[in-house]
């Protein structure tokens, strides 16, 4: 059974960073597509980063206009982690991220396109 578990939310001031991880359990980790979505009340599930390496290479990433130069996201094979690396936090950031898989490529766009979900983890504006 694939297991997905974010952290690393948490309170945060506009200009700030944070870095939300995600573990992967179950299955093999290396060569499927990883995504970040994030999804404010009453809104659809957008993505935000996602993804897709193979074993030895560094991987295809793709990131939406609203978080280019600010997200980094990347992917840690050996020890089955994503991570998304987020500066210049604005109040729009301030939101709910998952982490996402997708058995495959290119790395699918919407959030019915990916097969397995963790939990959440909640960033918040502590201005």
């Known amino acids: 059974q694939v297991q997905l578990v974010e952290s690393g939310g948490g309170s945060v001031q506009a200009g700030g960073s944070l870095r939300l991880s995600c573990v992967a359990s179950g299955y093999t980790y290396s060569a499927f597509c990883m995504g970040w979505f994030r999804q404010a009340p009453g809104k659809e599930r957008d993505r935000v980063a996602s993804i897709y390496t193979m074993t030895g290479s560094t991987g295809t990433t793709y990131y939406d206009g609203s978080v280019k130069g600010r997200f980094t996201i990347s992917r840690d094979n050996a020890k089955n982690t994503l991570y998304l690396q987020m500066n210049s936090l604005k109040p729009e950031d301030t939101v709910m991220y998952y982490c996402?898989?997708?058995?495959?490529?290119?790395?699918?766009?919407?959030?019915?396109?990916?097969?397995?979900w963790g939990q959440g983890t909640q960033v918040t504006d502590s201005s």
């Open positions: 996402a898989e997708a058995t495959k490529a290119p790395c699918p766009l919407r959030f019915y396109d990916y097969n397995y």
